[in-house]
């Protein structure tokens, strides 16, 4: 029997998280492959729709990391994400689908070992979760 290995969306600012990405690999610190890393400009402009359709698609998990609030380089884009997304679990806690399968996180282009110490947490948090129910239920 396969073991459950889960499937992680990364919504990864360009400017800071997806930075800290490339530094946790040019310096060889290990984490889970199970992330599916998608740059975007900001983390301003991931529409909770986005984060939605992973889960409906077959993502056990969705991570969206950008810059700490007051360093975005669209200047308040990580404000407006962290109200989208506060909105959003509300929303998926309301009906039962599963916030905690989201996550927000701020990590800078400087941190690599907490990028990786972030991937590691949510796939372990993930995979005690086990696979997405709304994966299954939903065919899109």
């Known amino acids: 029997m396969n073991e459950f290995e889960p499937k992680v969306v990364g919504f990864l600012c360009r400017w800071c998280t997806a930075t800290a990405a490339d530094l946790a690999g040019v310096t060889r610190l290990e984490y889970p492959p199970n992330l599916r890393p998608l740059r975007v400009m900001c983390t301003g402009s991931v529409d909770p729709v986005f984060v939605i ?5 077959g993502a056990d998990g969705v991570l969206v990391g950008g810059c700490h609030p007051g360093d975005c380089h669209y200047v308040s884009g990580n404000y407006k994400a962290r109200r989208r997304i506060t909105i959003l679990k509300t929303v998926l806690k309301t009906f039962r689908l599963g916030d905690e399968r989201v996550e927000l996180r701020w990590i800078s282009a400087s ?19 086990g696979e997405n129910p709304l994966a299954r239920s939903w065919s899109i």
């Open 111 to 129: 941190e690599g070992r907490k990028f990786a110490e972030t991937v590691k947490e949510m796939t372990k948090k993930v995979k005690e979760m």
């Open 53 to 57: 359709r992973a889960l409906l698609s």
